[in-house]
Every structure is written in C-alpha cells, then in structure tokens.
C-alpha cells in the first residue's frame, strides 16, 4: 500500500536550517506530483511545498517563498524539503502527501 515515512524534524534556533525528508513507496513515484503541507497548533493544514511529478515545477505559498525549497530524488523515492531562515512561527507538525495519502508527518521546533 501507499506510504510514506518523513523524517529530520526537531529542534532549531531561529533563523536556523533544517532539511526533512519523505521516503515513498507502494506507487509509481515519477508518476504524481507530492507536497508539504504543516499543522500548526488550532490551525487548518497549510501547504507550505509542490513539486510536480517530473520535479521541473514547484510552487510556495507567500508564508515560505524564498525560505524553504522543495526537490526529488527520484532515485530514492524521496522528496525534501529545505527550509532556511525558520522562524518560531514555522512551528509545526511537517507531513508529506501524494496520491491522496497522508505521510505520520515530523514535528519542527522553532526556538531559542
């Protein structure tokens, strides 16, 4: 079955990086686009990352654009996501997605 295993969260100082990394299996990886989605305490999911399925396309929303970049390796079946300049606000449980499917996610800590 689909599943995803993400991985590389924990804790950081403001303006530190992080990379997390989201290992797929059970499809055709090359086939889907995959994304980073964040839930933030009382919040709704938001996606923060997009790539398309061939991994010549990517989309941010505001809140990340110029801080966190998205790639694929297809190789490995896996997806990352860089985030540089975190902030407390970035706080959050970090899951990955593809084909419908939600990856357990990984928790990032913003602080000092």
């Known amino acids: 079955q689909v599943q995803f295993v993400e991985s590389g969260g924990g804790l950081v100082q403001p303006g530190g990086s992080l990379t997390l990394s989201c290992v797929a299996s059970?499809?055709?990886?090359?086939?889907?686009?995959m994304s980073w989605y964040r839930q933030r305490p009382g919040k709704e999911r938001e996606l923060v990352a997009w790539i398309s399925s061939v991994g010549g396309s990517t989309d941010y929303p505001d809140s990340v654009k110029g801080r966190f970049t998205i790639s694929k390796d297809d190789s490995k079946n896996t997806v990352y996501l860089q985030m540089n300049s975190l902030k407390p606000g970035d706080t959050s449980v970090y899951l990955c997605?593809?084909?419908?499917?939600w990856g357990q996610g990984t928790q990032v800590t913003v602080s000092s």
């Open positions: 997605r593809g084909v419908g499917v």
């Open positions: 059970g499809f055709t990886f090359t086939s889907y686009p």
